[in-house]
């Protein structure tokens, strides 16, 4: 089955860690985007990477940082740095073609910071 | 930047015909794009405009007028499974570049 999986469901981390989220899809896709979702609120774009080896930051980006090694995995780390990480991660991936404009959904991975 | 405006929140009732609309301020518009999410899960894709007109998917269309920054989901013959937040989101500013409203919690009532 070709899908997006995120790992773990669910993270606690101690406050001042570092955090790596993991992120792969095995779709073929070459745009990649990790999104954060906080209670009652939309989604906000966090990183996104067109190609291998190149990402853009988002509207949030400051604490965060990526990299896109391989097509199929796209990591998202919050760092220390990010002063509010205990939200829903969400990452997709999309085809970079025109057309029919779907972004694929991973499960999400919900982090909580202590 | 872009940003998106979306009603909060919509009540309707089973079988009924309910609109949500969203407007936007972007440049380098690409389309407008509606996604459905259910409590404690992931969005899912719903409909893709970016033409002005109206696309049809099952009991879900989506219209979108260019010129007047406008578009809506409509969404016909409710069922109670339809309780969910919709989200639109605009491609702009960049292709791969997408920004999504803050959402509009529909619930559907017997």
């Known amino acids: 089955d070709g899908g997006i999986t995120q790992s773990p469901k669910y993270l606690f981390r101690k406050e001042g860690q570092n955090v790596t989220l993991s992120c792969e899809q095995n779709?073929?896709?070459?745009?990649m985007y990790w999104y954060r979702q906080d209670p009652g609120q939309g989604l906000r774009l966090i990183y996104y990477?067109?190609?291998?080896?190149?990402?853009q930051k988002g509207d949030i980006a400051e604490g965060y940082s990526v990299s896109r090694e391989k097509k199929e995995s796209f990591p998202l780390t919050v760092t220390s740095a990010q002063k509010n990480p205990t939200a829903f991660y969400l990452c997709?991936?999309?085809?970079?073609?025109?057309?029919?404009?779907?972004?694929?959904f991973g499960p999400g991975t919900r982090l909580t910071v202590l | 930047g872009q940003s998106l405006e979306q009603p909060s929140e919509v009540t309707a009732v089973e079988g009924a015909i309910v609109q949500i609309n969203c407007t936007y301020q972007?440049?380098?518009?690409?389309?407008l794009s509606w996604y459905q999410q259910h409590d404690g899960g992931a969005p899912t894709f719903l409909s893709y405009n970016a033409l002005d007109g109206l696309e049809e998917t099952g009991r879900f269309s989506s219209f979108l007028s260019r010129s007047d920054s406008y578009g809506y989901l409509l969404l016909q013959e409710l069922q109670m499974k339809d309780s969910a937040s919709y989200f639109c989101?605009?491609?702009?500013?960049?292709?791969?570049?997408?920004?999504f409203g803050t959402g509009t919690k529909l619930q559907v009532i017997p």
């Open positions: 989101a605009v491609r702009a500013g960049g292709y791969q570049k997408v920004t």
């Open positions: 990477s067109q190609i291998v080896n190149d990402f």
């Open positions: 779709l073929n896709h070459d745009a």
């Open positions: 972007t440049s380098g518009f690409y389309g």
């Open positions: 997709a991936s999309s085809r970079t073609s025109g057309g029919s404009d779907t972004q694929y």
